[in-house]
Every structure is written in C-alpha cells, then in structure tokens.
C-alpha cells in the first residue's frame, strides 16, 4: 500500500488540478480550430491545446507543460513543512512517448533535464519510461517498488505529452486515427465520426511512505499486462488483457481490505476498439462495481493525453479522494495502441484524508 501523498495535472480545460476536477465533473471540454494544419480537404482540424500567440509547436511546448505541472504540484505542497521537504531523498521517473512516434522532438528527455532542475529540492536521479498510453503504470509500479525499498524517499512521477504539432496530427490522419478529420469521398468531404481527439498536458504524482507526510489516499493495487488484439487488427477487441489486469489489481486491493469499486475512470477517447474493448471488460467486472459506480471519461474533457493520459486520471482520482474524504474506491484502467494495458486500485482513507 503506497500513499500518494500529493498530484497535480494540466491540460487546457483545467490549467491546475482543482480546475481539471471541475471540468470533468462539469463536462467542460476547450476544443478549438488548429492555427494552421489541415486536414486532406483543405479544412482545419480541431484539437485541445493552449493558445500560444507565437504559434510555437517544438520542444519549447513540453518545458512549458512540464513547468506548469511542477508548479501547480509546488502549490498543494504548502501545508508540508519545508524542512521535511528539503531532508528528503527526491527521485524522479519521466513518462514520455516512444522517441518514434511523429511530432516526439528528438533528445526530448535530455531537453526536459533543465525544466526539471528548476524544481526547489534537490533530485538525486531522473529515470525515462517510454511508452503508450498504459506506460504511466509501469511507472508508478517502479517508483512504488523503490518507496517500499527506501522508506525516506520521495518519489515523483511525472509525465508529458503533446498531440498537437503537425507531425502528429499527420501521423493520426494517415492512421484514420483523426477525429473530425474530412478526406474526399466521390468529390464530396467526408469526416471521421470515429477517431481521437488530440490533446496536450502533463501530470504528476507524489509518492512516499514516510510517516511525516499526509496522504490523499493510498495505491492499494496494480497491475500491468497486455492486450492480444490492438486497433490495427480488423478483428473486434473483446477485452480479455484488460480485464484481466483489472482483476488482478482489484484483487490485490481485496487483500487489504475488500471493497467493490465506485469510481471507474477510463482512457476511451472516440476510438472504435476501445470502445469495444472497454465495453467487454466493464461487462466481465460488473460483480467487483458498486451498484451505483461512477464511469469517468477524462479524455472527453482532455483530449487524448498520449503517455500522459495514465498519470492525469490517477492524479484526478488522487484529488477525488481527498476532496471527498469518503473512503471510497477508484479503478484507473490504461489501455493503449501498443499491447500494454494497465490498471491501478485507489483507495480513499477518511481518517488520513481528513
């Protein structure tokens, strides 16, 4: 059991956490026209991103992010004594996209090193993981390994990405991946119904076991597989790899102490596999829901946060939890176009969230 002892996240419709919050509760979702990419049939596409009068789309992008992040994770840190903060050991593990994927700016993790040394307490090592959607989990497991090895130790694990650079949006348009996106059927526009909607953000999760530290809530369980049908395959996906990462995680949490789940949070973003997907594990999972659970979409508000997206529905159940202080139980489910799915178990904790 690993507490999460503080997060943060940006993304254009929440500029903070407790912003992010509200607008998923409200549904609140800033999506606007791309300055100047478009699409096969001369139209703009849409795409959630901050507005940047310079029109910049390099690196310069994901420092901002990741400065924003810090700073906003700075601000929920003021109730902890600053000596306690200063003596602390601080590791830092870095979720980025595959240095691959179209529009990722090349030495990326090398680029962020400078952003990260502006953070006010010394970081005794940085660790990159690269990945999908899903890649958040391996992460937080990684770090939760090293907090349970190393009782003083402050773990942070941050990540970042950014859809919405021509390169990418390219690259989502040749893969039909693009939402809204028009290309000329018998001379006549035609735009994907299906698709994702691109986004940009960061996240962030603080996690140590140190007793002098409060907690927002406590990871009870994790779980990291892999999906045996991805959205380039023509066949349905059933769901088999994420449910079972579900269970896993659910049952560990169950150990501890059982609870059926009443906030389930989920990465769909208008894509036809996971919604299929999604669909059959909800249905093979419906024993381990409370009968009346919440179903949270973040990526409808968000967009699509890439390598990101993992690390902001957690930090958004983190915030749940402690605003609510009702003890109840968050399922964080990470599916992804590489194989990789992950799922993760959050418990609220009202005596310690109080």
Known sequence: MIPINAASCVFPAGPDIALADLALRSGFSLVRRHPFYVD???QRVTASYFNDPQGHFDITRWQALTEAVMSDLLTRLAPIPEQTLKQAPWHVWLVLPEPSRPGVPPDLTHDLLPTLDTWPYELQSVEAIFGGHASGVMAIEAASQACAA?????ALV???DCLVSPESLMWMEEHNSLHGARRLFKGHPRQNAYGRLPGEGAATLMLSQRRDLPAWSYIT?????EESRTY???EPCTGQGLTAVAQQAIEMAAQLQPRPINHLYHDYNGE?????EYGFAVLRLAEQLAPEYARHTPALVSGDLGAASFITHTALAAWASRQ???GASHLILASSDDPTRGALVLYGNKEETA
């Open 40 to 42: 096969r049939s001369g």
């Open 150 to 154: 190393d009782p003083l130790m402050i």
């Open 158 to 160: 941050i990540a970042v």
């Open 221 to 225: 369980g994790l779980a990291v597989g």
């Open 232 to 234: 380039d395959q023509t």
């Open 272 to 276: 036809p596999y996971r919604a299929d």
């Open 324 to 326: 609510q202080e009702d």
